[in-house]
């Protein structure tokens, strides 16, 4: 009889079948991680010249000011996107029509629309000499728009019965969105929210493109302008190190992630309120029993009392 209601123990057969997958697969894992090493140092990215301008003040100066530049970047764009999205949001649930189907082409266009392609365009069309502008536009109207589904399908999730509720008690629509609909909703999209957030970092590197002086601008520069070592240019040292630094970065926005949704679970729990009126009381004295009425014996501990 299986040991589990999910799913059934796998018999002696099948213990020894999925050691040797995952034995085979180990083995090719190594063999793929063996055969990059080799290619690596078959072309001479191992070589220790390479790695040496890593080490002056000056390199290490222009990396942090590239951190800074996508840090400062991702910042504007994520607290616009999270705005727009939220106008977005509310435009779709509205109950006026004309607003609904603006609010739906917007977010329909903007999610088709190619994020390369609106920066260069914005850069081109609008922002000649402030790529830092079309760049955060870009990602603002992209994202934004992916924001504003996460933030309607969030509402769309809680229960119907929560919305009718408060209805039913004189609440208006804003009232309702504000007060019920929206904070239920917030923490069941918010590793959604978190993981579109993600993305907005990560995409900031697309201001290279437009010469936008971010991270990874930085980067391509600096491989660029390093002289080469026999020959070889330190294009794998700069995929290395500046992607290392963006997977640090997104690392630490995820692992806030975590702690805001712990945070807000904590919250949550809490005890049950206090019974009000003589509920409480009777609860507190099973003999104790409301007061009688004109014409009418009361009971109490020591037994009838005369009206």
């Known amino acids: 009889m299986s040991s589990s209601v999910l799913y ?23 063999a793929l991680v063996a055969f990059v090493i080799y290619k690596f140092n078959d072309t001479g990215q191992f070589q220790a010249g390479l790695w040496e301008a890593y080490e002056y003040t000056d390199t290490q100066q222009r990396i942090v000011d ?23 949001a509310v435009g779709r649930l509205s109950d006026h029509k004309p607003v609904r189907w603006a609010a739906t082409v917007l977010v ?24 830092m502008w079309a760049l955060v536009i870009g990602l603002t109207l992209y994202n934004g728009s992916v924001q504003a589904e996460i933030f309607r399908s969030g509402i769309n999730a809680v229960p119907k019965g929560q919305g009718e509720a408060a209805y039913a008690i004189g609440l208006r629509k804003t009232q309702v969105m504000t007060s019920v609909l929206v904070p239920q909703a917030v923490r069941s999209m918010l590793p959604s929210i978190i ?29 660029q302008q390093t002289p080469p070592v026999n020959g070889v240019y330190a294009f794998i040292p700069m995929v290395i190190v500046f992607g290392s630094i963006y997977i640090l970065l997104c690392l630490a926005l995820s692992s806030l992630a975590t702690w805001v949704e712990r945070r807000s679970r904590r919250s949550r729990k809490g005890t049950p309120p206090a019974l009000e009126g003589t509920a409480a009381t009777v609860m507190a004295d099973p003999g104790h029993s409301a007061a009688p009425g004109p014409g009418e014996t009361g009971t109490g501990p020591d037994g009838p009392k005369a009206p």
């Open 8 to 30: 059934d123990v796998p018999g002696p057969k099948a213990r020894t079948r999925n050691r040797v997958y995952g034995l085979l697969s180990t083995v090719a894992i190594l």
């Open 66 to 88: 590239g951190l800074l530049t996508t840090l400062k970047t991702f910042a504007i764009a994520a607290a616009l996107s999270l705005a727009l999205g939220a106008v977005l």
């Open 108 to 131: 329909e266009f903007f999610r088709a629309m190619p994020l390369l392609i609106m920066i260069f365009l914005l850069f081109a069309a609008v922002f000649t000499t402030e790529p």
């Open 195 to 223: 993981s579109q957030l993600v993305v907005t970092l990560k995409d900031t590197s697309l201001g290279f493109i437009i010469l936008y002086e971010e991270l990874l601008f930085v980067g391509k520069s600096f491989a």
